[in-house]
């Protein structure tokens, strides 16, 4: 049969003992929860009490245990929203006094938003190789068959990153660099080395350093074969010098007066800079301008 157009079936339903079947009209979509009897004709609910919600025209039937376990997270947050572990504010109390007792716990800041303590003990614990500004001037060895420029890479692998290299073309514009650098840091120590005829050319720098008020803290002379036992190859503003020697090309170098005089039997010439006694020695000489 027809009804305002939409359509109907009539569901059979077993009521009371005596098993006469009246029928009741249902929609399609709706389950009856009447349509399962038992043998006497009463109609049977589920074994377990049931939820219904509706997804957009049918019903779905969630079991008790469903809807208990999506009920229990939203229980369980709303008892710690009721239950704040919070200390409260007494009404009326000082809010920036509080906070005073607040800021005691924590420490004082700078400007800059770091600790006074820390850069307290930032300062005390500036690594002293950051005061060691070495300069290695190379002689006429264009090919670097002497490779002083691992000779630098050496002392920078020591730790020491103001390492300066120059060919000996452009060692005299080592001195503007170095007076610069004295300029922004008094208590820089400045550190020579020459190798081969860079060595004279460490020794007119020293010279003109002097000149300008500017002391050299050590200066060393790699096989200065050229240099000569006279108070001009020994600069008075040099406050230590070391003479490394070693078997020369043409000339042998001669020992110096106030000087730390090193020979070395094994060494020529071309492998003086990277000898591990001109290795050992630097090192050495370096780590007590540390001290």
């Not at 947050?77 to 716990?105: K, L, N, Q, V």
């Not at 005299?172 to 050319?201: D, H, W």
């Not at 803290?217 to 003479?243: C, E, F, I, Q, S």
């Not at 070693?246 to 010439?269: F, M, R, S």
Request: proline content about 7%; some cysteine.
């Amino acid at each position: 049969m027809r009804n305002s157009g939409s359509r109907v079936k009539l569901v059979p339903v077993r009521v009371g003992n005596k098993g006469k079947i009246r029928h009741k009209r249902s929609r399609p979509g709706i389950q009856n929860p009447l349509a399962n009897t038992d043998a006497r004709g009463k109609a049977m609910l589920p074994n377990c009490q049931s939820l219904q919600r509706q997804s957009g025209n049918r019903w779905q039937v969630l079991p008790l245990g469903s809807f208990c376990i999506c009920i229990m997270p939203w229980l369980i947050g709303c008892a710690s929203i009721t239950t704040d572990s919070r200390p409260e504010w007494p009404i009326g109390s000082d809010y920036e006094a509080m906070r005073g007792a607040d800021d005691e716990t924590l420490p004082a800041q700078n400007e800059n938003g770091t600790s006074p303590a820390v850069s307290r003990t930032a300062e005390n614990c500036v690594d002293p190789r950051s005061q060691v500004h070495v300069f290695v001037i190379n002689g006429f060895d264009p090919f670097h068959y002497a490779d002083v420029p691992g000779l630098a890479d050496y002392i920078r692998g020591l730790g020491y990153e103001h390492v300066h290299y120059s060919e000996l073309i452009t060692a005299a514009s080592l001195q503007e660099q170095i007076e610069q650098t004295k300029l922004r840091n008094p208590n820089a120590r400045i550190v020579l080395i020459g190798y081969s005829f860079g060595a004279n050319a460490a020794r007119n720098l020293t010279h003109n350093l002097g000149e300008q008020g500017i002391p050299v803290d050590l200066l060393v002379y790699l096989n200065g074969n050229t240099l000569r036992n006279t108070p001009y190859d020994r600069p008075a503003n040099a406050k230590r010098v070391v003479n490394v020697l070693a078997w020369g090309v043409l000339l042998d170098g001669a020992q110096l007066d106030n000087a730390e005089n090193i020979e070395i039997p094994d060494a020529w010439h071309f492998n003086t800079p990277k000898h591990p006694v001109t290795l050992d020695l630097i090192q050495r000489e370096l780590d007590a301008l540390t001290r």
